[in-house]
């Protein structure tokens, strides 16, 4: 059981990324999938997050407006478009699943419910 996060990098502020988070040795069908970000000297954060039947989104409030999240059909893949950056979005961005979920319930931002971590991908936003 692996998630493995992509599509980090540096970019210029207003620029654009998307995030990508592939799921191995399990598919999100029963699964809360989402992203957390840690900026140097702050603690981490959640910042977005979709429920198994992505019919559940999260964004938090410094990104709102300029972010979105989303799955691929297959369940397997979930996205993270961040647009608008701007040099307070440069953290490292980690991906996170949740589940299998009991009576699809599911936490956003209690840490210690997201069960599964990536490795984090840097994001870095220059002005």
């Known amino acids: 059981v692996q998630l493995q996060a992509s599509g980090g990098g540096l970019v210029q502020a207003g620029g654009s990324l998307r995030l990508s988070c592939a799921a191995s040795g399990f598919t999100l069908d029963n699964y809360a999938m989402g992203w957390f970000r840690q900026a140097p000297g702050k603690e981490r954060e959640a910042v977005s997050a979709?429920?198994?039947?992505?019919?559940?989104?999260y964004i938090a409030d410094s990104l709102e407006g300029r972010a979105s999240i989303s799955s691929d059909n297959a369940k397997t893949t979930v996205y993270f478009q961040m647009n608008n950056l701007k040099p307070e979005d440069t953290a490292i961005y980690y991906c996170v699943a949740q589940g299998p979920l009991r009576h699809g319930t599911w936490y956003v931002t209690t840490e210690y419910e997201w069960n599964i971590w990536g490795k984090g991908t840097l994001v870095t936003v220059s002005s």
């Open positions: 979709i429920s198994p039947s992505a019919d559940a989104t």
